[in-house]
């Protein structure tokens, strides 16, 4: 007979999700919508090709070019509140948003009134809920007017962010001790400059290395700026990172190129802003094996509705190589599309068990973040991926918890794992 084991965690864990402002505010004017206009019908058009048959026939809304159009999402500019009452009813004590740029900021320069008076009472909900926020300065969205001048090529970029981080704290630092300047940049130079499918689709290497100085640079500055504002604020970035493994241990080909990717992706951003992290974000999704030259081997035997590799014990070892930085680890992002929820509730625990590991190593984790609160609008996949906590009818706007989601509520209230 299999006996119950309750994984404590520490005193003061944050528990909660995440979300971003552009996809699920609605109504936001940036570079994405922009570029989601021109490219809805070619994305649309494009899904037979790039999905598997079993995608294509759950999702048939990815031959829809509405789709790709964000338009209104799942209203929570209007929303919020709603919003904010379900995840207190799921037990969480932490959020993690992000401000939309564009709403702050429309004209270089010139600050909204409006636009900052709107996440005051953001993060006043939150606050009434007893609801520790997080706040993300950039989650890949530019104003137009920085777009007109190059977005993240441009030399503007840096600065520009520091002055609108430094206003914001100047403005929300009350309200707001932990701050998150970049989401994933990594993830805007492999996608938008490596591969060349997200904006401004400029597949350039020579971009990569002026992107990556630039958002490097920009991370740099908005932490000296707000810190110039207060040293009470909690500052760092959230980092998308892979766990990388040779397919062969054995074989030095199949080592020498994980350990050159690793760098890459997952080590230089902090090379590049040392000193700069009151905290480390991590943010995990993916694990690959490499086989030289550089064919993944995954086994794939577990997959989300992406296709998208399930394996929890990915995050234990991530964890374990991120101690070596002596920080405080927030895991802000970490979940999976599945919108029968039938495999939620177990991702959710499993990962939990391995962060729960970690802890237990000596790895100073703080409080683990779901990614996301509501389902949303997926960049340039649409609406068909469900994430949430919460499902979202996108037509009605009706919101739905789902059964995962009380199953991790009972682990936030607990602040404890049962397995």
């Not at 689709?201 to 504002?229: C, E, F, G, I, T």
Request: with cysteine; aromatic share 16%; net charge neutral.
């Amino acid at each position: 007979m299999s006996e119950n084991k309750k994984l404590k965690f520490p005193d003061g864990f944050l528990w909660g999700a995440s979300n971003s402002a552009y996809q699920i505010e609605g109504g936001c004017v940036n570079n994405w919508s922009e570029w989601e206009k021109v490219n809805a019908g070619r994305l649309a058009k494009e899904a037979r090709g790039k999905w598997q048959l079993w995608q294509q026939e759950q999702f048939p809304e990815m031959f829809e070019a509405q789709n790709y159009i964000s338009g209104r999402a799942c209203d929570h500019y209007n929303l919020y509140e709603k919003d904010f009452d379900s995840a207190k009813e799921l037990g969480h004590n932490a959020h993690r948003f992000s401000l939309e740029w564009s709403r702050i900021e429309p004209e270089e320069g010139k600050f909204s009134p409006e636009g900052i008076e709107h996440y005051r009472k953001v993060l006043q909900a939150l606050r009434v809920r007893g609801i520790e926020p997080m706040v993300t300065l950039w989650h890949w969205t530019n104003p137009l007017w920085l777009e007109k001048k190059g977005g993240c090529e441009s030399r503007d970029f840096a600065p520009a962010l520091a002055r609108y981080a430094q206003y914001a704290v100047e403005q929300l630092g009350d309200l707001a001790e932990f701050w998150v300047t970049l989401n994933e940049p990594t993830a805007v130079l492999a996608m938008a400059y490596v591969k060349g499918v997200w904006p401004p689709q400029k597949k350039n290497p020579v971009a990569v290395w002026r992107v990556y100085r630039h958002l490097a640079r920009a991370h740099n500055l908005a932490y000296d700026a707000m810190h110039s504002v207060s040293e009470k604020f909690q500052v760092g970035f959230s980092h998308n990172m892979f766990y990388y493994e040779p397919n062969n241990h054995r074989s030095w080909l199949d080592r020498a190129l994980v350990r050159v990717i690793e760098y890459f992706a997952n080590e230089r951003f902090f090379r590049m802003t040392p000193g700069k992290h009151d905290f480390i974000g991590l943010q995990y999704y993916f694990h690959s094996r490499f086989k030289f030259p550089g064919l993944l081997r995954n086994d794939n035997l577990d997959l989300n509705d992406l296709a998208w590799e399930i394996y929890p014990e990915g995050i234990y070892h991530l964890l374990k190589g991120l101690q070596k930085y002596n920080l405080p680890i927030y895991i802000t992002e970490n979940g999976l599309a599945d919108k029968t929820d039938a495999r939620r509730e177990k991702f959710i625990k499993d990962h939990l068990a391995q962060v729960h590991r970690a802890i237990q190593e000596g790895v100073n984790v703080r409080g683990y973040l779901y990614w996301s609160l509501l389902d949303n609008f997926e960049w340039d996949k649409g609406f068909w991926p469900r994430f949430g906590l919460v499902a979202v009818d996108y037509q009605t706007l009706e919101r739905k918890i789902r059964p995962s989601a009380l199953k991790y509520a009972e682990i936030c209230k607990n602040n404890s794992l049962d397995i």
